[in-house]
């Protein structure tokens, strides 16, 4: 591929370095003149894949688009502009994107104006970034997680220049204020602490895509939820690749317990984070979550595997013995907890007695829920030059038994609900059935509930009358 002038590509060696240096942080934003009213009489469409960072990145796109004078649309046939924020977690995320950019072929086919642009940490990769500059022309936008900021500027070299454009550093990294932001939702809120990761997992992509971790000052995120707390949101949840980590790049008097305190006393009524490191869950957190009621009593405590020496070659930096100990001190500390998890299997050259200490690990946690993964190697990570002599048969064989195993536990753990009375948060009607409203209990389990006049965003009292491995049902308790 020929590399033309003005283009910044991806480039991993160098996105895997870290220094020193102080952290930039901006708190202006500036729209250049010239792309100032460039959105009036358009219209924009975002595609967003992969996780909650990824969700609140499509916020701040959706924001700039307004400002531009954009306006939204749901229907991708009617946009001007299609953005795609992907993830780069998964190889089968890479195909669905491909996938969705090839549908587009046909309307930038009707419509050679027609800017379709891929973000996010799918971008930060040079494979995929080759692939689609040779075989999909019809991208003309390629911008990576560290210049959202730039958009106006891009876009306009797109519009009315008439040029492809391809920014895509890779760097560590710096902290945006004051960015615009388009919120999806009504009642519920992501709030960035922190960007980036100097984890270093070894089968885990995002220290590359996403730079080094770099938190936000405490005042800053303070703010944000005040004005969230008076705009009248119901909930939020503080974001981070380990939340855990919060402050650690700044001085010693940052950390999350610490955080977590003042936000809860800002006393927005619901307040959830994700996600947590074992590594780095201390006993003060455990302290602050269980002193606050708006504080929910739910943990996402990512496992990935259940055997040591497997937890050792990626990098986890705790053993099986570790990881139990701490499960022992949530669920003793936090009345009536939640437990979520992730796991990976077939990590390579994972033996059956390894992945049996996986399925010892969900056997004796009896997680509330958990996300499930077949390894997928990620290029540039030191996983994915290991040699692996499981095959994926043996994969998915086992996948299947585990998912086997924690479903049965999820739902055990949600048939001790059924009798009980639970708020819910409700977020709307139901996706399956738009005669029974939907929400979340404190412990972050979805119900399908009976009632009449329910207004998104209310806290509804609703009786459980039955339990499923993924949700509970019940009836409102109406005067």
């Not at 924020?85 to 491909?98: D, S």
């Not at 642009?117 to 494979?127: F, I, K, L, N, S």
């Not at 004051?178 to 990761?197: D, E, Q, S, T």
């Not at 703010?223 to 919060?246: P, R």
């Amino acid at each position: 591929m020929k590399q033309k002038p003005g283009w910044v590509l991806p480039n991993l060696k160098e996105a895997q370095k870290r220094t020193k240096e102080e952290t930039p942080r901006i708190d202006t934003y500036i729209i250049p003149e010239n792309a100032r009213s460039m959105g009036i009489g358009h219209t924009y469409f975002i595609s967003t894949y992969g996780c909650q960072a990824n969700e609140r990145d499509s916020e701040t796109l959706a924001g700039i688009m307004d400002t531009l004078g954009f306006e939204k649309v749901e229907d991708v046939e009617q946009a001007d502009v299609i953005l795609i924020n992907t993830c780069a977690i998964r190889e089968n995320a890479m195909e669905k994107v491909l996938g969705e950019i090839g549908n587009f072929k046909r309307l930038y086919r009707a419509n050679p104006d027609l800017v379709i642009g891929v973000c996010g940490c799918m971008a930060q990769e040079e494979g995929f970034v080759e692939r689609l500059l040779e075989k999909y022309p019809q991208v003309r936008l390629l911008f990576g997680t560290h210049n959202i900021q730039d958009l106006p500027s891009m876009l306009y070299s797109v519009m009315y220049e008439k040029q492809r454009v391809v920014r895509i550093y890779s760097r560590e990294g710096e902290v945006y204020e004051n960015l615009p932001v388009h919120r999806f939702g009504k009642h519920k809120a992501w709030v960035n602490i922190m960007y980036g990761c100097d984890k270093f997992c070894t089968y885990c992509i995002v220290p590359y895509t996403r730079g080094k971790q770099r938190s936000r000052y405490m005042d800053e995120i303070l703010n944000e939820v005040k004005e969230l707390k008076e705009q009248g949101y119901k909930e939020i949840t503080l974001l981070g690749q380990n939340v855990n980590a919060y402050g650690k790049d700044i001085d010693d008097s940052y950390d999350f317990a610490t955080l977590l305190e003042e936000v809860a006393k800002i006393g927005i009524p619901r307040i959830r984070f994700t996600t947590s490191h074992p590594w780095d869950f201390s006993d003060e957190m455990l302290d602050v979550i269980g002193k606050y009621d708006n504080i929910m009593p739910f943990i996402h405590l990512p496992l990935q595997s259940g055997d040591s020496d497997i937890l050792k070659l990626m990098g986890r930096r705790y053993s099986q013995e570790e990881y139990i100990a701490l499960y022992n001190k949530i669920i003793e500390r936090i009345p009536h907890v939640a437990v979520s998890t992730d796991i990976i299997v077939g990590f390579p050259n994972e033996s059956d007695e390894q992945f049996q200490h996986t399925l010892d690990v969900v056997n004796y946690c009896r997680f509330d829920n958990a996300f499930t993964f077949i390894y997928s190697p990620r290029p540039g990570t030191p996983a994915a030059k290991m040699e692996d002599s499981i095959d994926m048969e043996t994969k998915k064989k086992r996948l299947a038994l585990l998912n086997k195993t924690w479903n049965e536990h999820a739902l055990e753990r949600n048939k001790a609900y059924v009798g009980r009375t639970v708020t819910v948060l409700v977020d709307g009607f139901s996706k399956k059935n738009d005669l029974v409203y939907s929400g979340y209990t404190e412990t972050n389990k979805l119900v399908n509930f009976t009632g009449n006049n329910i207004k998104t965003g209310d806290f509804v009292q609703v009786y459980i009358d039955g339990a499923k491995t993924f949700s509970l049902d019940g009836h409102a308790i109406q005067e």
